[in-house]
């Protein structure tokens, strides 16, 4: 079975201070992960992937996350932060046997970038 | 990326009444779509997965009469809440993917918020 966990419901961060959205996941295979932003209201919105290759993956937005296997981790980053950015984002997980299953998904961790 | 657009953005009704919610793929074929409720605060549930031709899967604990799920073409699904009480008011999300490969991101729809009353 897959999983993910975002263990902060909601991480608060001063303007222009570096942010850490942290999420862990089980697979049983390999894993292809993924974070996704979501605005009030609004759908969610793809942000970057990790599917192999460099453990650091660059996406949209100045948002880049880091796969770490031995720890099972993909933590959401960036070096600073924006109020902008306050949203809540999700982690997700596939196995990469799968084929076109849908993603599992994290509960969500809320993010505030005070100003 | 991929486009997938939903309609309406919102709708109101009254109890017993049934809504029609469609989600299309803009620029992609999907034989596969996926319908998730939202519920405030929290994180997505999944309903079902609609299948192009063929019948939808639903997820335990989703009744497959109320929740109507048809996939008539590679670039459409509807939702269909059928009987609709308070209950079932919520933020409704589909989603697609382009083409069957598992690295593929799941895009999605803008939602539908739907108040019963």
């Known amino acids: 079975a897959q999983s993910v966990a975002q263990p902060e419901d909601q991480v608060n961060v001063a303007e222009g201070n570096p942010l850490t959205v942290k999420c862990t996941y089980s697979v049983s295979g390999n894993p292809y992960l993924f974070w996704y932003v979501q605005y009030p209201n609004r759908g969610l919105q793809f942000l970057l992937k990790y599917i192999t290759g460099d453990n650091l993956v660059k996406g949209s937005y100045g948002f880049e996350a880091e796969f770490n296997k031995s720890q099972t981790s993909f933590h959401l980053k960036k070096p600073s932060a924006l109020v902008s950015d306050s949203a809540l984002y999700f982690c997700?997980?596939?196995?990469?046997?799968?084929?076109?299953?849908?993603?599992?998904f994290g509960k969500g961790t809320r993010l505030s970038v005070i100003a | 990326g991929a486009v997938v657009s939903q309609h309406p953005s919102r709708v109101i009704c009254k109890s017993g009444t049934s809504v029609k919610i469609e989600c299309r793929s803009l620029d992609f074929q999907a034989t596969t779509m996926f319908w998730y409720r939202q519920f405030p605060k929290k994180s997505l549930m999944l309903m079902a997965t609609?299948?192009?031709?063929?019948?939808?899967?639903?997820e335990q604990g989703v009744e497959k009469d109320k929740f109507l799920i048809n996939h008539a073409s590679l670039t459409l699904s509807t939702l269909t809440v059928t009987s609709a009480h308070p209950e079932d008011s919520s933020f409704y999300i589909c989603?697609?993917?382009?083409?069957?490969?598992?690295?593929?991101?799941?895009?999605f729809g803008p939602g539908t918020r739907l108040t019963v009353l």
């Open positions: 989603s697609a993917t382009p083409g069957q490969a598992s690295h593929n991101e799941q895009f």
């Open positions: 997700a997980v596939r196995d990469a046997y799968s084929g076109n299953t849908p993603l599992v």
């Open positions: 609609s299948n192009e031709g063929s019948k939808a899967t639903y």
